[in-house]
């Protein structure tokens, strides 16, 4: 599925008689292998298990590698987490000619691998070898071989345990807060998360990676991607609501908890007592889910608990993705919905986007700063695809891609606020003020903002004199040797370059990170430790808002228009300056004050 992506062969799963030692090893070992069955009568059973002692199964998997409505998809690939593990099933929904099955066999085949093997364990490599087995279960049910013979060869050995795994296993998303603290950097040094370090020579991305659906993420969500990133970034509880199959929509909560990771440099700037460096992702989720998400609700509410206190990472953000609708009826247990479109809207006309919402129905839509850097993001993607080498394609192919692009960017409008009567105002004024000139210029200083975050990242060396870093811990060591075939009799190595388009976007979202969080330390800086008093000198009209005394640890900070600017950030958007807020509050425990840009006129404010 995955592998088929921009015109690759298809990928053929089927499970090796007598795989190598070298493929052995690289799977992560796993510590529980189970078959569910669906049966008419009884629903989903455990019809044949294997474990390490003291993981539990019973009553647990058969809700969590089953979600709701996968009897409408003929395969699926789920995952979730559960106790320390996480967990893969592949779901196979194959047509039977026996009436008492109501003639069709619904399986699944799953596995739980120990978290100490990083965000998802890495349990996507067990991907092909699960989809083979419930293939041929789907054939006959009753021979258990396959698993017999699976288990026995991947199961976790005492040496494999998760004690057994270092500490500073790069594949630890808290191996990189382990390290030694640098000096501060602000926005200088290039981010240390830069996803470019991380394609190391030799190395591929494995065939179901959920890496590899990183630009579906873009198209799917549009410019709809930064405010979501924004609020990974507060950690906020986010949930996406959708149908099956669920596959893709596990694929982004992966991805968007790695593209809001706070890069290794910029995490050494922040106040010692700030909020989680990672989102914590939990996958696939129902409402069996709900007395877990109210107890995590709870410890979000529970402000006495320093970060250090919970290893479990209890009310630290999480997100999630689920098909059970009731879930998004509880906006108790959320603080980010993300509705995706149902799967036939497709096939309409118009362009049908998700919706992302706060509790009490208020719509998050993204700014129009939000629009442009989406421009420039999807023009430099198609630039190092080849899809669009100038402003108009000169190939038929290139022609497609660049109609298809353009289609989206204009139906992306949908999601956007509309321009204030402000900022019209402001900017009519200073086309008027200047001939031009200033508008011009600030639209090429955006724009060169907005390039220098994909800069160096289109070379096809990409990465490969760079240091290894732990930026994207939980992806590390998923960078595993790819083959593809075109024959069934003869494979070669893809390309060194094969994925740098996804690691040019996780690079650039980490790049946006670091923008972000380092301009906030620059302005604590140039504040100076007196900072603003509990009375803004500015007056009521000129702040935007005005942060709550609660939680701070400092004097305020005054953050200007020139900063939210530097930021990357709409200084005519509320939603943004209410951002800032946040962000300032979470990260540096301080209050901000966000001015509002306007025209004045003799001294006297316009507009």
Known sequence: MAAS????????????STPSVVALLDLPPISALFLIDFDVKAG???????????????????YKSLPSGLHTVSEDLIYFVHDGYAGLSAFVNAPVEDTAARNARMLAVGVLVPLSCGRLGRAWKHAESLKAIASLLAVNSKDFSSLEEYWEKNQARDSTGDEAA?????ESPLAALRSPKATRSHMRNRSASDGT??????????PFHPAWSLTKLLDAFGPLIFPIHRAALLRKRILISGHAPVEQACNFVYNISVLSNIPLATAN??????????????????????????DDAKSSRNTDASPSDSESEAGAGWIACTTDSILSKKDELWDVLITMPPPHSSNATKRVWPTVELPQGVSVKATQRDLRRFRSLKAGISRME???????????????AYKEDEALLDDAEQVVEPTSWTALAYSGFMWWASAGEKPRSDEAEEAAQDASLLSDLAASSIGMNMPRTSDIAASISSLTPRRSSTTASASVPLEIDEARVELAIISYFHRLTTQLLGSLADAIDNTGDAGLEDESPMEEDDALLDADDDDVQGPGVQIDSEVMKRMGLDIWSA?????????????????????????????????
């Open 5 to 16: 992506r921009r015109g690759q062969p298809e990928l053929h799963v089927r499970l090796p």
């Open 386 to 400: 080849g899809n669009v080498a100038l402003s108009s394609p000169t190939t038929p192919q290139t022609a497609a």
């Open 197 to 206: 370090a991380l394609m190391l020579p030799g190395h591929r991305l494995s």
């Open 166 to 170: 270092p500490k500073d296993d790069p």
């Open 44 to 62: 989903y059973t455990i019809s044949w298990k294997a474990a390490k002692p003291g993981v539990e199964l019973e009553g647990v998997v058969e």
């Open 269 to 294: 700037l922040l106040s010692s007592s700030s909020t989680s460096h990672r989102l914590r992702p939990l996958f696939s989720i129902g409402v069996h889910d709900i007395p877990f998400l109210a």
């Open 575 to 607: 939603s943004d300056a209410e951002f800032v807020k946040e962000l300032l509050k979470t990260y540096f425990g301080r209050q901000a004050y966000v001015e509002g840009k306007g025209v004045e006129v003799c001294g006297i404010r316009v507009c």
